[in-house]
């Protein structure tokens, strides 16, 4: 099989994979919901070809369908062709489809926490496709597989063979499942959000790996991502997808030089990016994608378009070929190629100018002071091998009232602990929590009760933090009951509609459950909860990583706007380092429950100090492919080690490129590198 | 993994001594005792100073905390103590009996296992299909119907088909295992019925949710058999509760076959139950309770040890 990497004398000819007009449909019981409707693409071999649209678009079961392994009976495809390889995957029997997939293609799935049998080892998962699909014995597949699991760079292969999925961290997990879609030399690899579960330096790891291994053994890739970034950094075309449609189809610098539909064009400007200046606001997709039991008639995109004329909502607009190799299902696509995007009104007239200078309070409202806290972790029954997790092992910072300082970090550094401790939710092991200069971590009773009232939280996953029993009103009311803030129950109900309509929903709304709510406006509803207190401080702990881009970008601007018009103060816990450019002032960048690097967020961005805030940056993907070939693409190595065992001196010289000698023995102390610019590194 | 073990037979002692003392004290505070049921019963006339001896010679005229303390001295050295009714150790009296309801408890245990398995994969996979309906019905059919009612009927039928009953006495497999099954399977198959039903609408359950997961996708990604993937990879993760509710049943066998021991007539450890209760005979209920409760914490201990070899994400240490 190896004579796949010598040149592809197939490529350029006919496609390896063709899907052509391929309609999925799902039977649920309130309806059939269309969601894949009329989806064609070529892939050529050896190419790296991405699939992208945020969730519920219909990325996901199209590739499923590809491999027909959509959930029975349920899913089923009513239409189209799945041409691989001259065949119609469509057509083949069941036994002769089981033949194609492992062995001619590969798939790699997202979440690689739960893609893999939890009862059986390693070797043998990867091992199984050899045996399905060819002559092998036991010797050979185990050969093979030593060989696979170095392929995919994971180190001590002998051992990692025997051992089982818990074992291996989310990282190498997934270099396992790569190793096991590569098994049998496939000629196409279909790969479901591979990194996205991930933290960002895995992530390029990751990537790096599947992008090497797809050139050097010659395979083409289906990438389906919401993350454009990778995208622009990775793929050869690209076809972005919205609400069970294609919305446009191009090559990857083409794409991003200039999208030829106005979605490309929200999608593109609400993520925050590194490389280009920070605006006052982001821009968005107002809107919601539309319900696929009842989408509307006409554009599916029409609803939420700024450039959307009468005929829009009428006629569904054709997929039509604007330039070599471009298409693009908008009415207005020619316009838009002829004139740009702002000349459509697509572009948002404030974009551009300098963000307004924000008035500090000089005085700080959290005062934090070589704050630890550390867990005892029992392991086995009885509390023979006690150990100590340091996850925040001596923190120090402060925030003044108005401002929003961001902590980042890889998971696993503390930043989510330190949240916790200043909610009280956690108890500090050492150190101080001053807000305004009473030591949190020494309140009870009632004072504590009133500085919770003042201290909120809004969480993460919107999915889990809302109790689903309980309608919006009752979520609302509740903090303020328990505060004794409105015993009344018309007021607090009527407070309810005030906090949605302050929140950008409805007050009607009150009357919902969470599961009535999309993702956008369950986190609005987190965010309401959070203000019904009427708080000074709020800890956002990783508050819009759950959303979708366009979703994610109305969130911060919310955060922001609320900031601006209630005095807020937030303390923003994220690991997406674009967003926290963009709504933080200041910057901790955190490590193995200890601080890296902290500074003014221009600062940090502009002249990062410290070797691992560098990488960090280094491996966030850039949305602009031209951009991205310039860039040095050396991913950090390695993982970050287990808290339980940290390494001796500085806890960053395990994966350090600059680390010497010293830094094995000293634990360098956070220093004034440059004017408030601070770092802990001895080589500064 | 033997320091684990030794930790575990150590933990039961405490749960024993608690046990023993709880069921002491509640047999003490039923009204009444053994020379009652012996002596006054059925027009009465025995006179009171045999009674009162009986008492003597029983104990029954010492302080509870004496007599709680020479039974519990005698459960350190290993004896039961000996029955007030029969005057034979009450481990003699388990023992003859504890081999039958043993075997039945196996038996049983085995036909459920070999139909719950098969019986609740299929229905999982042919879900709300007739076939699915068909293991439904018959599950269903074993939850609703009673153990006995069910023996009773066996019995009718192999009195009104073949004219022919099983055994009444009980004969070792060992001696003669044709004898020896022609009783016991009956009541095993009685008993088995039920505990197959509970055990394949579990099994049903947990393969539909495991066919859910994400791995099962994976299996079938890399184009393995689905025969394969319903046994490799879907079977092992779906066993686990089923292996909880299958050793509980065991656990509950053991003691718990009170009327079906009766229909059978079988001389098992139920029908012993129920006669020490009757009989008033405290030490002897003592013995039973003990035993019991040793089987449910013994079965425990070995569901716990089959999960870790089910699933190698539990590691005892």
Same mark, same amino acid.
């Given at each position: ?21 391929l309609h999925v449909h799902f039977v649920t019981s309130r309806g059939v919901v269309r969601a894949v409707e009329?989806l ?15 969730s519920g $678009?219909g990325k996901s079961v199209s590739a499923l369908a590809v491999m027909r392994l959509l959930a029975k009976p349920a899913g089923r495809v009513v239409a189209g062709a799945v041409?691989?390889?001259?065949r119609d995957l469509l057509k083949l029997t069941e036994d002769q489809m089981r033949e194609v997939r492992g062995r001619d293609i590969g798939m790699i799935f997202q979440e690689p926490m739960t893609s893999l049998n939890p009862v059986l080892p390693?070797?043998f998962q990867?091992t199984e496709p050899?045996f399905m699909h ?30 089982y999925p818990h074992?291996?961290?989310? !990282?190498?997990r997934?270099? /396992?499942m790569?190793?096991i879609a590569?098994? $049998?030399?496939? %000629?196409?690899?279909i790969?479901d959000e ?30 389906i ?7 622009? =950094?990775? /793929? ?8 069970a ?11 991003? /030089? ?20 920070? !605006? ?11 319900n696929l039991l009842a ?6 995109? /029409? ?54 200078? %924000? ?12 704050? %630890? ?16 997790? %340091? ?26 602990? &330190? ?12 150190? #101080? &929590? ?23 939280? &809004?969480?993460?996953?919107?999915y889990s933090?809302?109790?689903p029993r ?10 303020? =009951? ?31 459950y969470p599961h009535e709510?999309? !993702? ?6 987190? &965010? ?5 207190? #009427? ?31 209630? !005095? ?64 040095? =693409? ?46 802990? $590194?001895?080589?500064? | 993994?033997?320091?684990?073990? +030794? ?13 023993? +003392? ?36 029983? *104990? ?29 150790? @009450? ?12 075997q039945v408890a196996v038996m049983a245990t085995l036909l459920a296992v070999l139909l719950a398995i098969p019986l609740g994969t299929l229905s999982a996979l042919y879900k709300d299909r007739w076939i699915d309906q068909a293991i439904r019905v018959f599950s269903i059919a074993g939850l609703a119907v009673p153990s006995f009612w069910l023996g009773m009927i066996i019995i009718l039928l192999l009195?009104t088909l073949f004219?022919?009953?099983?055994? +009444? ?12 099954l022609?009783?016991l399977v009956w009541p095993a198959l009685a008993v088995g019925y039920r505990y197959s039903a509970v055990a394949t609408r579990m099994m049903r359950s947990t393969i539909l949710e495991v066919l859910q997961e994400d791995y099962i996708r994976t299996a079938r990604a890399k184009g393995v058999f689905e025969r394969l993937v319903i046994v490799r990879h879907a079977l092992r993760n779906a066993l686990l509760p089923v292996v909880t509710v299958i050793g509980l049943e065991f656990a509950f066998v053991i003691g718990g076959l009170v009327v079906t021991e009766?229909v059978f007539?079988?001389? *098992? ?10 009989? *008033? ?5 003592? *013995?039973?309770?003990? +035993? @019991?409760?040793?089987?449910f914490?013994?079965i425990n201990?070995a569901i716990d040890l089959m999960y870790a070899w089910l699933d190698p994400r539990i590691?005892?240490?």
């Amino acid at each position: 099989m190896s004579t796949a990497a010598a040149g592809n004398p197939g490529a350029g000819l006919s496609p390896l994979l063709s899907v052509e007009d391929l309609h999925v449909h799902f039977v649920t019981s309130r309806g059939v919901v269309r969601a894949v409707e009329g989806l064609s693409y070529d892939v050529r071999a050896g190419e790296m070809v991405a699939l992208v649209g945020e969730s519920g $678009c219909g990325k996901s079961v199209s590739a499923l369908a590809v491999m027909r392994l959509l959930a029975k009976p349920a899913g089923r495809v009513v239409a189209g062709a799945v041409r691989f390889d001259g065949r119609d995957l469509l057509k083949l029997t069941e036994d002769q489809m089981r033949e194609v997939r492992g062995r001619d293609i590969g798939m790699i799935f997202q979440e690689p926490m739960t893609s893999l049998n939890p009862v059986l080892p390693i070797g043998f998962q990867i091992t199984e496709p050899l045996f399905m699909h060819q002559k092998i014995g036991a010797e050979a597949a185990r050969a093979r597989a030593l060989d696979l699991l170095r392929m995919v760079g994971i180190p001590d292969a002998e051992r990692r063979l025997e051992q089982y999925p818990h074992q291996f961290s989310g !990282g190498m997990r997934q270099r /396992a499942m790569i190793a096991i879609a590569l098994a $049998c030399d496939p %000629k196409l690899i279909i790969a479901d959000e591979p990194t996205t579960a991930l933290d960002v330096t895995i992530q390029a790891q990751i990537l790096e790996l599947m992008k090497e291994l797809s050139r050097r053994l010659g395979i083409a890739m289906v990438m389906i991502t919401h993350n454009l970034g990778v995208v622009a =950094r990775y /793929a050869d075309r690209v076809n972005v997808m919205y609400a069970a449609r294609l919305a446009e189809q191009a090559a990857a610098e083409a794409l991003f /030089a200039r999208p030829l539909h106005p979605y490309t064009v929200g999608l593109l400007r609400s993520v925050p990016r590194l490389d280009q200046p920070r !605006g006052p606001r982001l821009e968005t997709i107002e809107g919601l994608p539309p319900n696929l039991l009842a989408p509307p008639p006409g554009c599916r995109f /029409a609803p939420r378009c700024a450039a959307k004329q009468p005929e829009c909502e009428q006629r569904v607009p054709p997929l039509d070929e604007i330039g070599p190799g471009r298409h693009s299902a908008c009415l207005r696509a020619a316009e838009l190629a002829s004139a740009g995007p702002q000349a459509l009104g697509l572009q948002d007239a404030e974009a551009g100018a300098a963000p307004p200078a %924000k008035s500090l309070d000089p005085l700080p409202v959290i005062e934090v002071r070589g704050l %630890k806290t550390h867990f005892d972790v029992t392991r086995g029954l009885v509390a023979a091998h006690r150990a100590v997790v %340091k996850a925040v092992d001596g923190v120090s910072f402060e925030i003044r009232r108005g401002e929003t300082l961001g902590l980042v970090g890889e998971s696993g550094c503390g930043k989510t602990t &330190i949240g916790r401790t200043l909610l009280r939710l956690e108890e500090a092991s050492a150190g #101080e &929590i001053l807000y305004r200069g009473t030591d949190l971590t020494r309140v009870n009773g009632a004072l504590l009760k009133d500085y919770r009232r003042r201290i909120q939280v &809004i969480f993460q996953d919107p999915y889990s933090s809302l109790n689903p029993r309980m309608t919006v009103g009752e979520i609302l009311a509740e903090p303020m =009951r328990v505060h004794g803030l409105q015993p009344d129950r018309r007021a607090a109900r009527a407070r309810a509609g005030e906090l949605l309509e302050q929140v950008g929903l409805y007050a009607y709304m009150a009357e919902r459950y969470p599961h009535e709510l999309s !993702g956008g406006q369950r986190q609005r509803v987190g &965010i309401a909860r959070a203000l019904a207190l #009427e708080p000074e401080f709020i800890v956002c702990d990783e508050p819009v990583s759950a959303l979708d881009v366009s979703i994610q970008a109305q969130i911060i601007n919310l955060l922001e706007a609320l900031q601006q018009r209630l !005095g807020l103060t937030y303390l923003f816990i994220a690991h997406d380092l674009a967003v926290v450019r963009h709504i933080c002032d200041r910057v901790a960048v955190m490590y193995l429950g200890k601080v890296m690097e902290i500074a003014d967020r221009d600062a940090l961005y502009a002249a990062p100090q410290h070797p691992y805030t560098q990488a960090l940056l280094d491996a966030v993907p850039i949305p602009d492919p031209r951009l991205e070939r310039e860039r040095s =693409r050396v991913p950090l190595r390695g993982e970050i080690p287990s808290p339980l065992d940290p390494p001796q001196g500085c806890v960053f010289h395990t994966r350090c490129p600059l680390a010497e000698e010293r830094c094995r023995r000293e634990v360098p102390a956070l220093r004034e590198i440059r004017p408030l610019h601070f770092a802990a $590194c001895v080589k500064l | 993994m033997l320091r684990y073990i +030794l930790q575990r037979v150590a933990l039961m002692i405490p749960t024993l001594i608690g046990v023993a +003392l709880l069921v002491f004290l509640m047999l003490r505070a039923m009204p009444g005792d053994i020379t009652d049921v012996m002596f006054r019963g059925e027009g009465g006339g025995v006179p009171e100073e045999l009674i009162v001896a009986e008492r003597q010679r029983l *104990g029954l005229d010492q302080p509870i905390w004496v007599q709680f303390g020479k039974w519990f001295w005698g459960l350190l050295q290993g004896n039961l103590g000996v029955s007030m009714w029969t005057g034979q150790p @009450v481990a003699y009296e388990i023992a003859i009996r504890l081999e039958l309801s043993l075997q039945v408890a196996v038996m049983a245990t085995l036909l459920a296992v070999l139909l719950a398995i098969p019986l609740g994969t299929l229905s999982a996979l042919y879900k709300d299909r007739w076939i699915d309906q068909a293991i439904r019905v018959f599950s269903i059919a074993g939850l609703a119907v009673p153990s006995f009612w069910l023996g009773m009927i066996i019995i009718l039928l192999l009195l009104t088909l073949f004219a022919w009953h099983p055994p +009444l006495t009980f004969t070792r497999f060992t001696t003669d295992p044709v004898a020896n099954l022609s009783q016991l399977v009956w009541p095993a198959l009685a008993v088995g019925y039920r505990y197959s039903a509970v055990a394949t609408r579990m099994m049903r359950s947990t393969i539909l949710e495991v066919l859910q997961e994400d791995y099962i996708r994976t299996a079938r990604a890399k184009g393995v058999f689905e025969r394969l993937v319903i046994v490799r990879h879907a079977l092992r993760n779906a066993l686990l509760p089923v292996v909880t509710v299958i050793g509980l049943e065991f656990a509950f066998v053991i003691g718990g076959l009170v009327v079906t021991e009766q229909v059978f007539n079988l001389n *098992g450890i139920g029908k012993l139950f129920v006669e020490a209760v009757t009989r *008033g005979d405290n030490t002897l209920v003592q *013995g039973l309770v003990l +035993l @019991v409760a040793t089987t449910f914490i013994l079965i425990n201990f070995a569901i716990d040890l089959m999960y870790a070899w089910l699933d190698p994400r539990i590691r005892y240490r």
